[in-house]
């Protein structure tokens, strides 16, 4: 898994709010549509943040195969003071898909924290021609998924796969996701 140091967080063990809240470690990365060079960015202001995964992409054209998938993970260490929580409130998937018929594509991007039961994916399947942009949200009034309360630390995952399966060799499928982007609040638990 690739490592990266936010620039972010050398800047004297991050604070949100003027509290510390929350404390982010070093985030890895990987898999096999993890694209090369390209970290994900986090971004905060205030007790809210953003986290951006960049492009993962699938083109049936290079190869012989029936199944062709890609994915990208992404692990962020997080310490929640006690009596606080991140909160994830929404996720959206946005790309571009191109496919003929008899082609089944799925994307779908999970969030969660290591110990607490994930988020339901956001996710859209593709089973017909199509071609264009796509732009698939998750979003919840309340969140789709917390740390725990405890103090405790913890992991933030998010996993994001495209897959798609053929009818036979030789049929055209690409498909990109532009990016993933995962926004989240701190606030007091309740």
Do not use: W
Not at 181 to 188: E, G, P, Q, R
């Amino acid at each position: 898994m690739k490592h990266v140091l936010l620039t972010v967080l050398a800047l004297a063990s991050f604070h949100m709010a003027q509290a510390q809240e929350v404390q982010f470690g070093e985030m890895g990365f990987g898999g096999t549509g993890c694209p090369a060079g390209k970290a994900p960015v986090l971004k905060i202001v205030g007790r809210s943040g953003r986290l951006t995964i960049p492009a993962l992409a699938i083109d049936s054209r290079s190869q012989d195969a029936l199944f062709v998938r890609q994915n990208c993970s992404v692990r962020l260490p997080v310490t929640v003071e006690a009596g606080y929580q991140i909160k994830v409130r929404s996720s959206e998937v946005s790309g571009s898909i191109a496919q003929e018929s008899g082609i089944s594509t799925t994307i779908e991007s999970k969030a969660g924290f290591v110990g607490v039961q994930a988020a339901q994916p956001t996710a859209g399947a593709y089973n017909a021609k199509v071609k264009g942009k796509f732009k698939i949200k998750a979003t919840s009034a309340n969140t789709l998924v917390a740390s725990n309360c405890e103090g405790k630390d913890s992991i933030l995952t998010i996993d994001s796969n495209l897959l798609a399966r053929l009818s036979r060799s030789g049929q055209s499928v690409q498909a990109s996701v532009k990016e993933v982007k995962l926004d989240f609040i701190v606030s007091a638990c309740k």
